[in-house]
């Protein structure tokens, strides 16, 4: 079975301790077969997918590996690996087979995704709901930095907090359209 990347021999490995995987010596990525993915991931407690999670993961730094962006086929089937994009500070992209649901991890990715909380969900990762929470998310977190910078971190703080008042409020939008009026000279 040749690396998907530099095309090396990949050898026998193991994922902390428990996952059989492929491993190349080159690149440093490993090849997680999608039986042993399954089997591991049946025996770890279930991820539920939140807005808290992926604020985490949008806070979190990575470094991408150097064969990130290289296009690859599957070591099992041949099939061309689809991407899916893990928007961290610096983005970097997970590898899975739309065949046989194999994984490929660059150098690095796994021990990311374990530290966001993500290895036990590698498949959440090309769903729309995933990608469309993220962009959301995405969008929130550059409007709360786009409004700190514009007003300093004090005021911004206090907009925030009149904003989730607001929005717990029964008649929240009440206050948002007097708020609107005020400023609609």
């Not at 796994?110 to 498949?123: A, C, F, S």
Request: proline share 8%.
């Amino acid at each position: 079975m040749e690396c998907p990347k530099d095309r090396k021999e990949l050898i026998d490995g193991r994922l902390m301790g428990e996952i059989p995987v492929k491993h190349c010596p080159g690149c440093e990525g490993t090849w997680i077969p999608p039986e042993e993915y399954a089997n591991w991931q049946e025996k770890q407690p279930q991820v539920e997918l939140s807005a808290a999670l992926v604020d985490h993961v949008l806070d979190m730094d990575s470094v991408p590996s150097p064969f990130d962006t290289r296009a690859a086929l599957c070591p099992d089937c041949n099939c061309y690996l689809a991407r899916g994009k893990v928007n961290t500070r610096k983005p970097f992209y997970v590898e899975r087979c739309p065949n046989c649901k194999g994984v490929w991890c660059d150098r690095g990715e796994w021990e990311v995704l374990e530290k966001m909380g993500l290895h036990q969900m590698i498949g959440r990762l090309f769903s729309p709901d995933w990608q469309s929470l993220m962009r959301e998310r995405e969008q929130f977190v550059q409007e709360r930095r786009a409004t700190t910078d514009k007003l300093g971190p004090e005021l911004a703080n206090r907009i925030f907090e009149l904003a989730e008042l607001l929005e717990q409020h029964p008649n929240g939008d009440f206050g948002v359209a007097y708020l609107m009026r005020r400023f609609d000279k």
